[in-house]
Nanobody, 118 residues
Framework: QVQLVESGGGLVQPGGSLRLSCTASGFTFSSAAMSWYRQAPGKERELVAS????????TYPDSMKGRFTISRDNAKKALYLQMNSLNPEDTAVYYCKAKFGTWGPEYWGQGTQVTVSS
């Protein structure tokens, strides 16, 4: 079955960096558009970054540009999110999502907690 497993979260001090990973199984990873989302306590889930299948083009909401970098390794069936200059407002559960085409199914991982605090 489709499985997405995030890892790499944890506690980091303000100004620090983390690299999240999402390992996929049960589907053709290279065919899926992949995204990172996050959800802070009491807030709606929001898009952090996306990367297409095929060319691997990336997109970021304006609020996320500059500090986050999404990448993928199709051979390893892995998605990554490099996060730099973290601040307390980045504290959230981070989720990866796989989506197949505009109207196709989507799948979510269970999330990994990122806490930015001194």
């Amino acid at each position: 079955q489709v499985q997405l497993v995030e890892s790499g979260g944890g506690l980091v001090q303000p100004g620090g960096s983390l690299r999240l990973s999402c390992t996929a199984s049960g589907f053709t990873f290279s065919s899926a558009a992949m995204s990172w989302y996050r959800q802070a306590p009491g807030k709606e889930r929001e898009l952090v970054a996306s990367i297409t299948s095929g060319s691997g083009s990336t997109t970021y909401p304006d609020s996320m540009k500059g500090r986050f970098t999404i990448s993928r390794d199709n051979a390893k069936k892995a998605l990554y999110l490099q996060m730099n200059s973290l601040n307390p407002e980045d504290t959230a559960v981070y989720y990866c999502k796989a989506k197949f085409g505009t109207w196709g199914p989507e799948y979510w991982g269970q999330g990994t907690q990122v806490t930015v605090s001194s």
